[in-house]
């Protein structure tokens, strides 16, 4: 398996980032913040994973409504993607970043010091989407002798971790390099097209065609995406910071899932306002999350963000498939998670 060159390629965005952040990392430490009605917790960045459409409903209300300004911070700028987000995150661009379990996990072998403390969606909506008509597949068995559109960076690594964990030849499969938009799937030149079932397929189908999905979730990559990533040195010196953005977070994916198209309306027409959005597709978007993506028996019990020993358990076994071998405490620190739920219990309500 050639996983060590799947890390290399995967890290090479962030590599000049994790140096400078190592060797700047002993010039000072930030005292702790204060806390409560009289928290000042300055700006605050989060890197996006994608544009700002309805995917991020829950940022948009945590900023709209006021919830991150009531939680100390005087401002925050929502930075849209697709970029390197863990890179971001370690040059110290943001604070958090909005990522997956596979695009961090061969950084992290890398020795980048960064962990996740918490997840939006507790199951991935990548896809291989295809047309019924044209590659309908399936099975990962199907993938094999056909071409697919794979957009470079972190996308890609995904792609090659799910070839992996299926024991699928890479070689056996055309990878075609794409952008964002399913053009190239309509147009037919390619069979197949990583997507996000809960967008670009969201698309394909409102312009009439029939899709069909090959989840990663359901075919041997069941792993956490719009995952919150942060600096291990964020997590030891701005602790209190963390954990304020985390409940500000909660606040506005509480309200994102009771209203999702107040949450579409709020890409539509604010945040994404210069990208004309449709907002039929953006309100599908937001009830397609919710229902399927953020919403589990876990959430309810525990809260939103929150990502169970068993779930934990089932992304170790899919890096491991996929050729990146790491233990719990690696990867994620749910710790500060855990207490904003003690001292906030009235967000379980």
Do not use: M
């Given at each position: 398996m050639a996983s060590q060159k799947l890390i290399k390629r995967a890290t090479l965005l962030t590599l000049a980032a994790f140096t400078a952040v190592t060797l700047a990392g002993c010039a000072g430490t930030t005292a702790p913040a204060e806390t409560?009605?009289?928290?000042?917790?300055?700006?605050?960045?989060?890197?996006?994973?994608?544009?700002?459409?309805?995917?991020?409903?829950?940022?948009f209300f945590a900023d709209s409504e006021g919830y991150f300004e009531d939680a100390g911070f005087s401002d925050v700028t929502l930075v849209a993607g697709p970029t390197a987000t863990?890179?971001?995150?370690?040059?110290?661009?943001?604070l958090v970043g909005l990522t997956n379990a596979v695009s961090v996990a061969p950084i992290i072998l890398d020795d980048a010091p960064i962990k996740i403390i918490g997840t939006t969606y507790q199951k991935n909506p990548f896809t291989i989407l295809s047309l019924a008509t044209g590659g309908n597949i399936l099975t990962p068995a199907d993938l094999v002798g056909k071409?697919?559109?794979?957009?470079?960076?972190?996308?890609?690594?995904?792609?090659?971790?799910?070839?992996?964990?299926?024991?699928?030849?890479?070689?056996?499969?055309?990878?075609?390099?794409?952008?964002?938009?399913?053009a190239p799937?309509?147009?037919?030149?390619?069979d197949g097209f990583l997507a996000y079932v809960t967008n670009e397929s969201i698309i394909v189908e409102s312009e009439g065609f029939e899709v069909a999905n090959l989840l990663f979730a359901d075919n041997g990559l069941p792993f956490v995406a719009e995952s919150f990533v942060v600096t291990q040195d964020s997590i030891d010196n701005d602790r209190e910071k963390l954990k304020a953005f985390l409940y500000a977070e909660i606040l506005g994916w509480k309200d994102a899932i009771a209203d999702?198209?107040?949450?579409?309306?709020?890409?539509v027409d604010v945040?994404?306002?210069?990208?004309?959005?449709?907002?039929?597709?953006?309100?599908?978007?937001?009830?397609?999350?919710?229902?399927?993506?953020?919403?589990?028996?876990?959430?309810?019990?525990?809260?939103?963000?929150?990502?169970?020993?068993?779930?934990i358990a089932q992304n170790l076994a899919s890096l491991s498939a996929a050729g990146y071998d790491l233990e719990a405490d690696q990867i994620f620190d749910m710790s500060l998670l855990a207490e904003v739920y003690e001292e906030h219990p009235e967000l379980l309500e």
């Open positions: 409560g009605d009289d928290a000042d917790y300055g700006s605050l960045s989060i890197q996006l994973s994608w544009i700002k459409n309805a995917e991020f409903a829950g940022e863990e890179a971001a995150v370690i040059a110290g661009e943001s071409k697919i559109g794979v957009q470079a960076g972190g996308n890609e690594t995904l792609f090659d971790a799910l070839l992996a964990a299926n024991d699928i030849d890479p070689d056996s499969v055309t990878k075609v390099p794409v952008e964002y938009d399913p799937l309509v147009n037919g030149e390619v999702a198209e107040a949450g579409a309306k709020l890409a945040y994404g306002k210069d990208l004309e959005l449709d907002l039929a597709k953006e309100t599908k978007q937001a009830e397609a999350q919710n229902e399927l993506l953020i919403q589990t028996d876990e959430t309810a019990t525990n809260g939103l963000f929150t990502i169970s020993d068993e779930l």
